[in-house]
């Protein structure tokens, strides 16, 4: 069974930052590109950022690009994203989640179960 | 950015109705959509990929077609799990999401 747990998140102020974590077991890891999709309180999602399995191609949206930092960790089996200059936009629980095949990107069809980060001073 | 215009924003119906929701891509997009259903306090969930592909383990009442720029979910008969937000994406470029649609019981 597939099973992505996130931690990391919490209250930060405004240029603050944060490192998300997404502890992934029940597949093999490194097979599959992984994502950060994330939503603001009462709101839609939104696609954050993307890594291939080897961590050697990343993507960005506009939104998080130059202050955003999506990784892994193959050997440990944990993706991570490193959330630098903070604002109160980034406000949004934060959802780790895997492609659906492998050698794909997208769709994902595994999520976690999302971390809440709170930009606020 | 591709935008996903997505529509209606919220549709009221009663069990074993048929539904549709559309989602309207500011360019073509082949087909590559997919259709999320998220339930409160919950991650989403795929329904469907590449617009017309039921994913392992969605109902067969869950339907999906288009191509290019106009596509459609279709819940052929709605049982009371289905009462939910429903979300397209596209992914032919950095993915982006429609708006959501959310469906409330009438």
């Known amino acids: 069974e597939v099973q992505l747990l996130e931690s990391g998140g919490g209250l930060v102020q405004p240029g603050g930052s944060l490192r998300l974590s997404c502890a992934a077991s029940?597949?093999?890891?490194?097979?599959?590109?992984m994502s950060w999709v994330r939503q603001a309180p009462g709101k839609g999602l939104e696609w954050v950022s993307a890594?291939?399995?080897?961590?050697?191609?990343?993507y960005y949206a506009d939104s998080v690009k130059g202050r955003f930092t999506i990784s892994r960790d193959n050997s440990k089996n944990t993706l991570y994203l490193q959330m630098n200059s903070l604002r109160a936009e980034d406000t949004a629980v934060h959802y780790c989640?895997?492609?659906?095949?492998?050698?794909?990107?997208?769709?994902?069809?595994?999520w976690g179960q999302g971390t809440t980060v709170t930009v606020s001073s | 950015a591709i935008r996903i215009t997505q529509s209606p924003s919220s549709l009221s119906a009663s069990t074993g109705d048929r539904v549709t929701i559309t989602c309207r891509a500011s360019?073509?997009?082949?087909?590559?959509l997919a259709w999320y259903q998220q339930k409160p306090g919950k991650a989403p969930k795929l329904l469907i990929y590449?617009?017309?592909t039921l994913q392992s383990g969605a109902p067969s009442r869950f339907s999906g077609s288009g191509s290019g720029t106009d596509f459609t979910l279709t819940i052929s008969c709605l049982q009371s799990e289905d009462f939910a937000t429903y979300y397209c994406?596209?992914?032919?470029?950095?993915?982006?999401f429609g708006q959501g649609t959310k469906l409330e019981i009438k």
């Open positions: 989640a895997k492609a659906d095949a492998v050698g794909a990107t997208y769709p994902v069809c595994d």
């Open positions: 029940g597949f093999t890891f490194s097979s599959y590109a």
């Open positions: 890594i291939s399995g080897s961590g050697s191609s990343t």
């Open positions: 360019q073509g997009i082949s087909s590559y």
């Open positions: 590449a617009a017309s």
């Open positions: 994406q596209q992914y032919y470029s950095y993915p982006t």
